[in-house]
């Protein structure tokens, strides 16, 4: 059984420690991270980190560079934090190097966003391999009307994705994050275009396998979601001045070999998650 976690950090170092608690309580092998600052101690022993933790210039989003102030001037965007894996040590952990879109040569592994999603392949029995990405959608801003959005990003980074997703016999392929978008049709343009990026995942096999509210329980109180069907969780807590309002902007997606090992997909039931983080773990077990 191998159980992957993940979880948007945010930006917190005692993130670390309620990551360990998670994982162990779990017995999670792998951790997909999002807004991850780079560990100020060493990990616990048994456990591998992409990126390596004594490269600092790694843990940050690098691109876009700059972003324009009220004022009207351009500032430096200051996103020092990234996506990461983390794997025990007693799996066959291989990170993926992309190299910035820039630079890439035709046909290499290249980021439009470097720091924006974390690749690692997991050796399993047999020669097969499981190939696992921890994806964050970093917000635009309109400079018109303030909007934020992020599929764009997330957009951006499919397409850097797409020779890992393509692969000849990458059958095993996860990934798993904070999208920063929701998953329905509001009746606004928003929700349209956030489903485009589902449906894009969609084309390459990559479908969402939860977490979803699980039968016999009720709805999620207050979910903005139209569907009297919902089968969302909570994974964020927002938070404005009309109160805060459940979300889920983390799911995991798998490719058809996966989902048919797939045992359960949970969000984790703590109900002191809103202590660590603005974003709940979660979790999801395969028989392979």
Not at 154 to 178: C, K, P, Y
Not at 202 to 208: D, N, S, V
Not at 246 to 273: E, G, K, S
């Amino acid at each position: 059984m191998l159980t992957v976690m993940s979880w948007n950090m945010n930006q917190r170092e005692s993130a670390w420690d309620r990551l360990e608690e998670v994982a162990t309580r779990n017995d999670v092998s792998v951790a997909l991270l999002q807004e991850a600052r780079r560990p100020e101690r060493s990990l616990p022993a048994g456990w591998n980190v992409h990126p390596p933790a004594d490269d600092g210039a790694r843990w940050r989003i690098a691109v876009p560079r700059h972003y324009q102030a009220a004022d009207g001037s351009l500032r430096e965007t200051r996103r020092r934090f990234a996506s990461a894996v983390v794997g025990r040590d007693d799996l066959s952990f291989t990170p993926r190097e992309p190299i910035e879109l820039h630079q890439a040569a035709e046909g290499t592994f290249a980021a439009s966003h470097p720091g924006q999603f974390a690749v690692a392949d997991i050796g399993l029995n047999g020669g097969r391999r499981l190939t696992v990405v921890s994806l964050y959608g970093i917000w635009d801003r309109m400079l018109d009307s303030g909007d934020m959005y992020a599929e764009a990003t997330l957009h951006r980074a499919i397409s850097d994705l797409t020779m890992v997703f393509q692969e000849r016999g990458n059958e095993h392929v996860l990934v798993a994050g904070d999208l920063n978008i929701y998953s329905y049709a509001d009746g606004t343009v928003w929700g349209d275009r956030y489903l485009t990026v589902f449906s894009r995942l969609a084309a390459y096999g990559l479908e969402a396998v939860g977490p979803f509210r699980p039968d016999g329980e009720p709805r999620l109180d207050r979910c903005p979601c139209p569907d009297v069907e919902c089968r969302h969780v909570n994974t964020f807590l927002y938070r404005s001045d009309r109160g805060s309002r459940p979300h889920q902007l983390d799911y995991v997606f798998a490719t058809p070999a996966l989902r048919d090992r797939l045992t359960a997909c949970w969000a984790d039931p703590d109900p002191d998650w809103p202590t660590h983080s603005d974003h709940r773990p979660v979790l999801a077990s395969f028989d392979l």
